[in-house]
């Protein structure tokens, strides 16, 4: 079984457009964090979510809004997409009692804006 | 903020021999977690080893070994006995100990790693 999941793994798309990656992870953890990855492989934080409630927001456009209907679930949806939002998104969830535990990953999805 | 410094763009090592990944982290905190992270090009992210600050011993999983040096904010990974599958790229990630305020990791730009046979 996976653990954490994130749907699609590439999505191609024409700028201007709204798209969605959904995620999932069915470990019981209580946070959630969405993760750019950019051309140059630099990772850095965009949201976390603790039980629903949003606790980090990394200065990210307001065209990105996280959802996240239940902990298990945290969906990012992104309106008017540009060329600049390319890259690889990942999903990941750690247990919010253990700081010291490691994130779990998705396996990531390529976005392409052209 | 913390930040965290990779400052090898890139590695190459002979298989069976051994290389040492740089990282430097700039922090206030005195507890923290700091881990690598391995991505292969299957994307995966992947933990290879995670050190608590609070403790001296460098922590070590089978050929992956670290450096911990607290007071000069230095934390290197040493692979011995490279193989193949080593060849990915490294991450070096921060964490705080601190509860309520930035559970997230904070990522070095990467290191990729070239195991050649």
């Known amino acids: 079984d996976t653990a954490v999941s994130q749907t699609p793994k590439y999505l191609v798309t024409q700028m201007g457009n709204d798209k969605s990656i959904k995620c999932e992870q069915n470990?019981?953890?209580?946070?959630m964090y969405w993760y750019k990855q950019d051309s140059k492989k630099f990772l850095k934080i965009m949201f976390s979510?603790?039980?629903?409630?949003?606790?980090i927001n990394e200065t990210v456009p307001n065209r990105f809004s996280p959802k996240s209907p239940d902990k298990a679930h945290l969906n990012l949806h992104i309106n008017s997409l540009e060329l600049g939002d390319s890259a690889v998104y990942f999903c990941?969830?750690?247990?919010?009692?253990?700081?010291?535990?490691?994130?779990?990953f998705g396996s990531g999805t390529q976005l392409s804006v052209l | 903020a913390q930040t965290v410094t990779q400052s090898q763009p890139e590695m190459s090592v002979q298989e069976a021999e051994t290389v040492t990944l740089s990282c430097t982290y700039d922090t206030s905190e005195s507890d923290y977690y700091l881990f690598w992270y391995k991505q292969p090009p299957s994307r995966q992210m992947i933990l290879v080893i995670r050190q608590e600050a609070y403790k001296q011993q460098n922590a070590t999983e089978n050929r992956f070994s670290v450096n911990f040096q607290k007071a000069a904010k230095s934390f290197s990974l040493k692979i011995s006995d490279s193989q193949l599958g080593d060849a990915a790229m490294y991450f070096c990630?921060?964490?705080?100990?601190?509860?309520?305020?930035?559970?997230?990791?904070?990522f070095g730009k990467g290191t990729k790693l070239t195991v050649n046979p």
């Open positions: 470990l019981g953890h209580d946070t």
């Open positions: 990630a921060y964490r705080s100990a601190f509860k309520g305020g930035s559970e997230k990791l904070v």
């Open positions: 990941a969830s750690s247990p919010a009692a253990v700081v010291n535990e490691k994130l779990f």
């Open positions: 979510y603790n039980n629903k409630e949003l606790i």
